[in-house]
């Protein structure tokens, strides 16, 4: 787990809003460790299978320098495992170069779609439920298995997250049709309508093979979270904890 970049684990041990990622790997039987230097072939060997990364702000001293990507594609390329957690802006920023390096187009916003609205009632942050009825969780291999050891997915929470995209074989959790996708414009600075999605285009959650290796992006940081907060006077089961969510 990468806490040397500006990641939600930054050189520090997690707090239990963040352990549920953690709590999964060790019960599937992986040794977790963390990352606290740069990438390079100490660390990304045939001894690490997944490079977990959660969070990616930019940040000018911890941003991922362009030999990192370098080594890390090369590394993927010959069978390791991303998962690549970023989020709506500004919490996806320091992982732009690694997108763009795996050809992956990240809108560094919000996805947001109107009349659905979020936490905080922002208009620009929706909450979305992706499930096999709205044909919003796809049959991508992540979620389709043989092994009877595979829990069902059936519904996914996804809570205020961007957007990414690839090519569309590759969505794993689909936004609806008329999404609207939001990026900060860099001259102006405020946040502007870059698309209106399109399902199956712009997605929350893609995954792809990359050489003998295979990567994992999702858009929303909270995707893994396990929170319980106060929302409107009701309790709110964020994804995790949630009894009608798979996440």
């Not at 495992?81 to 690694?98: D, K, M, Q, S, T």
């Not at 390096?101 to 659905?116: F, T």
């Not at 620009?124 to 997915?153: A, G, I, K, W, Y």
């Not at 590759?170 to 999404?179: A, E, M, N, Q, S």
Request: proline letters at 4%.
């Amino acid at each position: 787990i990468d806490s040397y970049h500006p990641t939600i684990f930054n050189n520090r041990r997690p707090n239990r809003n963040d352990t549920g990622i953690i709590d999964i790997l060790s019960k599937d039987g992986f040794k977790v460790g963390y990352l606290k230097q740069m990438l390079g072939d100490s660390f990304l060997n045939k001894q690490t299978k997944v490079l977990v990364m959660i969070g990616m702000r930019r940040h000018q001293s911890r941003f991922i320098a362009d030999k990192e990507v370098h080594l890390l594609k090369k590394w993927l390329a010959e069978g390791g495992g991303l998962l690549l957690v970023v989020g709506h802006y500004p919490n996806g920023e320091g992982a732009i170069a690694l997108m763009k390096a795996l050809g992956v187009e990240y809108a560094n916003g919000y996805a947001n779609y109107p009349g659905l609205p979020g936490e905080k009632q922002d208009k620009l942050c929706s909450h979305f439920t992706m499930s096999r009825d709205n044909d919003l969780l796809s049959r991508h291999p992540v979620l389709v298995s043989e092994s009877s050891n595979m829990l069902p997915v059936e519904q996914v929470k996804y809570l205020c997250g961007g957007a990414v995209f690839r090519n569309p074989e590759d969505v794993i959790l689909g936004l609806p049709t008329g999404t609207k996708i939001y990026y900060r414009n860099k001259v102006t600075k405020r946040l502007e309508v870059k698309h209106n999605g399109v399902q199956h285009q712009y997605a929350g959650m893609i995954g792809f093979e990359y050489g003998k290796g295979r990567v994992v992006i999702a858009a929303d940081q909270g995707i893994f979270r396990n929170l319980i907060k106060n929302f409107d006077g009701k309790r709110l089961y964020v994804t995790m904890n949630d009894p009608d969510a798979d996440n």
